[in-house]
């Protein structure tokens, strides 16, 4: 079965203190690894998709990487702004549907 | 306009009740996809579907049935609504030859 977990649950950080989110995973066979951004009251708003070992991708003060175990998204100088709960998600290979596993979410909260 | 669109978005209903959530996109995406988001549990996939014809089983379809209406439509029903089907609801869609899934605003629903 397939397994997603997100951690920390929960991070304070002050405006400008970078930080990363970790996402571990178990998949049989990963087809692409997701990260999403959700705000209070709305659905999720997608950022990066990760297909293998190695990759990286950027967006503003964003930065996703990709193991063969885990995903890190790296917050660099945050604002305010970038507080909202971060998802992760993993499709298998064989996925039926192309069925996503999400984790419980990180949710971030940046302090002027 | 938003891509994908759901109706009602707020709904508070009683225990017995049959409750329909409806989803509507202007995408153009083949697959649409039914999930139920509960605090620390993460997003869990409840229904998918490829095309009109074609209606699969998530991990969590007890208690829940759903119509595709038309390529462009997707509702979920509740047929007998019970207290822990209280969540929020969303709506996905998915596409091509993109792996990404796209949300719609989500329905929180209560059920008393």
């Known amino acids: 079965e397939d397994q997603v977990t997100q951690s920390p649950e929960a991070l304070r950080l002050q405006e400008g203190e970078s930080s990363s989110l970790n996402c571990s995973y178990t998949?049989?066979?990963?087809?692409?690894l997701f990260w999403y951004r959700q705000d209070p009251g709305k659905g999720p708003e997608f950022l990066f998709t990760?297909?293998?070992a190695g990759e990286e991708k950027e967006k503003e003060r964003l930065k996703a990487t990709l193991t063969k175990k885990e995903s890190f998204l790296h917050i660099t100088a945050p604002k305010p702004e970038d507080s909202a709960t971060y998802l992760c998600?993993?499709?298998?290979?064989?996925?039926?549907?192309?069925?996503?596993?999400f984790g419980g979410g990180t949710r971030v909260l940046v302090k002027p | 306009d938003a891509d994908v669109t759901q109706t009602p978005r707020n709904r508070i209903t009683k225990t017995g009740k049959r409750i329909m959530l409806e989803c509507s996109q202007t995408?153009?995406?083949?697959?649409m996809y039914w999930y139920r988001q509960d605090p620390g549990l993460g997003l869990r996939l409840i229904y998918y579907?490829?095309?009109?014809?074609?209606?699969n089983k998530g991990e969590i379809s007890d208690g829940y049935s759903v119509s595709r209406q038309a390529q462009a439509k997707f509702s979920l029903s509740l047929e007998s609504a019970i207290p822990n089907q209280t969540a929020l609801y969303f709506c996905?869609?998915?596409?091509?030859?993109?792996?990404?899934?796209?949300f719609g605003p989500g329905t929180r629903l209560t059920v008393l």
């Open positions: 998600a993993v499709q298998a290979a064989r996925a039926a549907g192309n069925k996503l596993t």
């Open positions: 998949v049989s066979g990963l087809r692409g």
């Open positions: 995408k153009g995406h083949d697959r």
């Open positions: 579907s490829f095309d009109v014809k074609d209606i």
């Open positions: 996905a869609t998915g596409g091509g030859a993109s792996d990404e899934q796209f």
């Open positions: 990760l297909y293998s």
